[in-house]
């Protein structure tokens, strides 16, 4: 059997358990781990062949490979523990990379893979091809603003969405104070980083009143090519926050990783 152990059962990792563990789940065994308990009951009276565990370490521990689909405070106690364990790992709260750059340093010269989904955006394929060859890049993300209410940056800036009228530009800046101010909103931002290999792409967000999807536009500037890239997302029914493509990314990179594990065994 192959241990997978996955950390976060709200939108993301019940999409993950439904879409593609269940599938495999004669050749898996699966351990789950949430802040919320009544989550884990709750998939366990729905699917009795999960395996609800306690802690991280004790997750991680006993698992061969790890899914992040929680959040990025709990991707950061995440990372060291793979290391230490010496799991491969998928991280969905890809901000998170930012606070453990020695983690990633060390995860690389042990040989432990660390898999960044596309999560909401396409094109990641050419990017990283470009890699190192890349001049800039801008990031404009436009977002329904009931989405990013409960965000630390509107909280801390005091900005009263409620009474917007038309789209807005709420923040400008790098891709560290974009995810640490919208921890839950962006990490498109620390994806499209830490493929491009630079040290920082220039990031605007614009909170939209009537807006029901997520718009991303890319420019991606190089010598070998200059890339324009649009995604118009919608919304996951279960949580307003994910995108749907998000979703069906992390589903994809984890039934790719699950199919050649199986192949080789």
Same mark, same amino acid.
């Given at each position: 059997?192959?241990?997978?152990?996955?950390?976060?059962?709200?939108?993301?990792?019940?999409?993950?358990?439904? @879409?593609?563990?269940?599938?495999?789940?004669?050749?898996?065994?699966?351990?789950? $781990?949430?802040?919320?308990?009544?989550?884990?009951?709750?998939?366990?009276?729905?699917?009795?062949?999960?395996?609800?565990?306690?802690?991280l370490?004790?997750?991680?521990?006993?698992?061969?490979?790890?899914?992040?689909?929680a959040?990025?405070?709990?991707?950061?106690?995440?990372?060291?523990?793979?290391?230490?364990? /010496?799991?491969?790992?998928l991280?969905?709260?890809?901000? +998170? =990379?930012?606070?453990?750059?020695?983690? =990633? @340093? !060390?995860?690389?010269?042990?040989?432990?893979?660390?898999?960044?989904?596309?999560g909401?955006?396409?094109?990641?394929?050419?990017?990283?091809?470009?890699?190192?060859?890349i !001049?800039?890049?801008?990031?404009?993300?436009?977002?329904?603003?009931?989405?990013?209410? *409960?965000?630390?940056?509107?909280?801390?800036?005091?900005?009263? =969405?409620?009474?917007?009228?038309?789209?807005?530009?709420?923040? /400008?800046?790098?891709?560290?104070? &974009?995810?640490?101010?919208?921890?839950?909103?962006?990490?498109?931002?620390?994806? %499209?980083?830490?493929?491009?290999? %630079?040290? *920082?792409?220039?990031v605007?967000?614009? &909170?939209?009143?009537?807006?029901?999807?997520?718009?991303?536009?890319?420019?991606?500037?190089? /010598?070998?090519?200059?890339?324009?890239?649009?995604?118009?997302?919608?919304?996951?029914?279960?949580?307003?926050?994910?995108?749907?493509? +998000?979703i069906?990314? &992390?589903?994809?990179?984890?039934? !790719? $990783?699950?199919?050649?594990?199986i192949?080789?065994?």
């Amino acid at each position: 059997m192959f241990k997978i152990g996955l950390v976060g059962c709200g939108a993301i990792g019940t999409e993950i358990i439904k @879409d593609v563990l269940l599938r495999y789940k004669e050749d898996l065994r699966v351990h789950i $781990y949430d802040i919320q308990e009544q989550r884990l009951k709750d998939l366990k009276d729905k699917f009795s062949w999960l395996y609800p565990l306690s802690s991280l370490e004790e997750l991680v521990s006993k698992s061969q490979f790890i899914i992040e689909s929680a959040s990025v405070k709990c991707a950061k106690e995440l990372l060291p523990l793979s290391v230490k364990y /010496k799991r491969d790992i998928l991280i969905m709260s890809t901000g +998170a =990379l930012f606070w453990r750059k020695k983690c =990633l @340093d !060390e995860a690389r010269k042990i040989g432990i893979k660390i898999i960044i989904p596309s999560g909401a955006i396409a094109g990641l394929d050419a990017i990283n091809a470009l890699r190192g060859k890349i !001049e800039r890049i801008e990031l404009n993300s436009y977002k329904p603003a009931t989405s990013l209410k *409960d965000a630390p940056y509107i909280k801390k800036e005091r900005l009263n =969405l409620d009474k917007l009228k038309g789209t807005r530009l709420i923040f /400008k800046g790098s891709v560290k104070e &974009a995810v640490k101010g919208f921890p839950q909103n962006i990490n498109v931002a620390a994806t %499209l980083l830490f493929s491009s290999g %630079l040290k *920082d792409i220039d990031v605007k967000i614009y &909170a939209c009143p009537n807006s029901k999807y997520n718009l991303h536009k890319i420019k991606v500037y190089s /010598k070998a090519s200059a890339l324009e890239i649009t995604c118009k997302n919608y919304p996951s029914p279960s949580n307003p926050k994910t995108s749907s493509l +998000a979703i069906l990314s &992390a589903c994809k990179a984890v039934e !790719e $990783y699950i199919k050649e594990k199986i192949k080789r065994r």
